[in-house]
């Protein structure tokens, strides 16, 4: 009988949220790990809001809370889509560029405990693995 992999990952997830938070607790930096991952899926470009919901595999009315608190942070800023009004354009502020920057090598570091004792072949297979049971999850067949 196969475990149930839910409580495994969820397990870990809650260990390396909890890392996060306590980097960046530690280091004066005003984010938890979901705002990280929105404010990092912005760096390089401006998006939508549905684009940084399906990146960020959040779902929307999540994202647009985590983006109504980095909007009062004065992280991000949102504009209308000159192209179709029903949208907005979101896009980092110069301070949200500097709280990445000085979220990432906790960020990293957090990153490095958690590979420390995986090789790069374990670490495909792991994501291989993953992707898998997301899509027998997804896949209507």
């Not at 938890?32 to 990146?55: H, Y």
């Not at 809370?65 to 907005?88: N, S, T």
């Not at 495909?124 to 899509?135: H, N, P, S, V």
């Amino acid at each position: 009988m196969k475990k149930e992999i839910g409580i495994y990952i969820d397990r870990t997830y809650k260990v390396v949220r909890q890392d996060l938070i306590n980097r960046f607790n530690n280091h004066g930096i005003d984010i938890t790990p979901e705002q990280w991952v929105v404010l990092s899926k912005l760096e390089k470009a401006t998006m939508n809001q549905t684009d940084i919901a399906n990146g960020s595999f959040k779902d929307k009315h999540t994202v647009s809370r985590i983006l109504d608190l980095l909007v009062k942070k004065g992280f991000v800023v949102r504009e209308q889509d000159p192209e179709d009004g029903r949208k907005y354009l979101v896009s980092l502020t110069p301070l949200g560029t500097q709280e990445l920057e000085e979220a990432k090598p906790h960020v990293y570091a957090s990153r490095e405990v958690g590979w420390k004792n995986i090789s790069d072949e374990e670490y495909a297979q792991l994501l291989f693995l993953l992707d898998k049971i997301f899509t027998s999850y997804t896949s209507k067949t």
